[in-house]
T-cell receptor, first 115, second 113 residues
């Protein structure tokens, strides 16, 4: 398994500002993912972040809005830029482990409220 | 393409009774199937997975799930529900060729004392 921590755990931000969320894993992992969970909704994949390459974004998500860094095999950041109230969500970091990348584990999430 | 359906938004069950949370999936090829649980104000916790082998898989907290290929289902079950099982449950699928999970919409389980 993997132990994942996220900072901050929650934040309240003003419209137009940006927030950077940090994700730290207790072991080296190749693949990391960032998900969004809007209020009352399921999880939606934002992007896949592999160390040493640019993040791959899902349809509907762009790098200018959600820039991602992956400087090493245990750490990643997601920035939510130029925030609006529609960005109010839980943002979750996730990693896969196992010989066949079988199991995906999730961090505790960052609860973001944009006013 | 991958998709997951959880047909019930809400499931209520009395404490001590058996519970079932339903999940059906669609994926090309053989699937990896997962159940996760989300308690209030918490992240997702991994419960169990089906990769290959026995169709009945056992997971954390006494939960189990049965993979049924002909019905493309992976229902979550527990013989005797506890009040502490009340939470939001997500079914997820990953095709062998994919890197990430695709989630269902979630089922809120309420166990009534």
């Amino acid at each position: 398994s993997a132990v994942i921590s996220q900072k901050p755990s929650r934040d309240i931000c003003q419209r137009g500002t940006s927030l950077t969320i940090q994700c730290q894993v207790d072991s080296q992992v190749t693949m990391m993912f960032w998900y969004r969970q809007q209020p009352g909704q399921s999880l939606t994949l934002i992007a896949t972040a592999n160390q040493g390459s640019e993040a791959t974004y899902e349809s509907g998500f762009v790098i200018d809005k959600f820039p991602i860094s992956r400087p090493n095999l245990t750490f990643s950041t997601l920035t939510v830029s130029n925030m609006s109230p529609e960005d109010s969500s839980i943002y979750l970091c996730s990693v896969v482990t196992g010989g066949r990348r079988e199991t995906q584990y999730f961090g505790p999430g960052t609860r973001l409220l944009v006013l | 393409a991958q998709s997951v359906a959880q047909p019930e938004d809400q499931v209520n069950v009395a404490e001590g009774n058996p519970l079932t949370v339903k999940c059906t999936y669609s994926v090309s090829g053989n699937p990896y199937l997962f159940w996760y649980v989300q308690y209030p104000n918490r992240g997702l916790q991994f419960l169990l997975k089906y990769i290959t082998g026995d169709n009945l898989v056992k997971g954390s907290y006494g939960f189990e799930a049965e993979f049924n290929k002909s019905q493309t289902s992976f229902h979550l079950k527990k013989p005797s529900a506890l009040v502490s099982d009340s939470a939001l449950y997500f079914c997820a699928v990953r095709a062998l060729w994919a890197n990430n999970l695709f989630f269902g919409t979630g089922t809120r389980l309420t166990v009534i004392p």
